[in-house]
Structure formats: structure tokens, C-alpha cells
């Protein structure tokens, strides 16, 4: 089990950017697949992103293509999303996720931290 704290979200105009990062705690952070999820009020939880744990295989949800960048940096144990042209449709509460398979489904991960909310104002 691998404990993740996000941090980085807030509140930004449409067309700015924000970096989010998911701290890990343990010795084996590059041992899991890692991911980027997201759930707006009302919503199901969303897949945005992940990465590899060689670093070499990266996914983007469709909605994202272009304008986020996800990675990771196994010497310092933490994952990134750099967020850019962001849209009002992107305001959610993002979440950073721990596990063994490389996936766009949320069951693929048993790890998950508490969130950080980004809001993205028109």
C-alpha cells in the first residue's frame, strides 16, 4: 500500500495553467502504475491520465490530448499533471492513483489520495 497526497489545484481563468503533484510515501513508487482521475459535482469519476512505471508508456483521456502533460520523477517518489489552455469544463476535484496495472480504469487502482480541487473560471 502506497499513501498519495495531491497538491497543486485552485482556482485559475479559462486559458490558464496549474501543476499538480501527487506525493508518494514508501520505498516503491516505481513499482506501481500511476494516474490522474477527476469527478465534477454530479459526475462519475473520470480518467484523465497515467504513466508507466519505466516512465516510457503515457494514456490521456481524449479531452485532455495536447493541453495536459503527465509525469512522474521516481527519485522524488511524485507524479505530475501540468495542465495548460485549461476550459471551465476541466473544474473538478482531481485525484492521484497507486497500482499494478497499467489502465484507464479506475478498478485498475487500489491506491488513491484525497484530492485537490481545481476550478476553472470563464
Known amino acids: 500500500q502506497v499513501q498519495l497526497v495531491e497538491s497543486g489545484g485552485g482556482l485559475v481563468q479559462a486559458g490558464g495553467s496549474l501543476r499538480l503533484s501527487c506525493a508518494t510515501s514508501g520505498r516503491t513508487f516505481n513499482g506501481y502504475e500511476m494516474a490522474w482521475f477527476r469527478q465534477a459535482p454530479g459526475k462519475d469519476r473520470e480518467f484523465v491520465a497515467a504513466i508507466s512505471r519505466n516512465v516510457l508508456v503515457k494514456s490521456y483521456a481524449d479531452s485532455v490530448k495536447g493541453r495536459f502533460t503527465i509525469s512522474r520523477d521516481n527519485a522524488k517518489n511524485t507524479m505530475y499533471l501540468q495542465m495548460n489552455s485549461l476550459k471551465p469544463e476541466d473544474t473538478a476535484l482531481y485525484y492521484c492513483?497507486?497500482?499494478?496495472?497499467?489502465?484507464?480504469?479506475?478498478?485498475?487502482?487500489?491506491?488513491w489520495g484525497q484530492g485537490t480541487q481545481v476550478t476553472v473560471s470563464s
Open positions: 492513483a497507486a497500482g499494478t496495472v497499467f489502465a484507464s480504469n479506475a478498478f485498475a487502482y487500489a491506491d
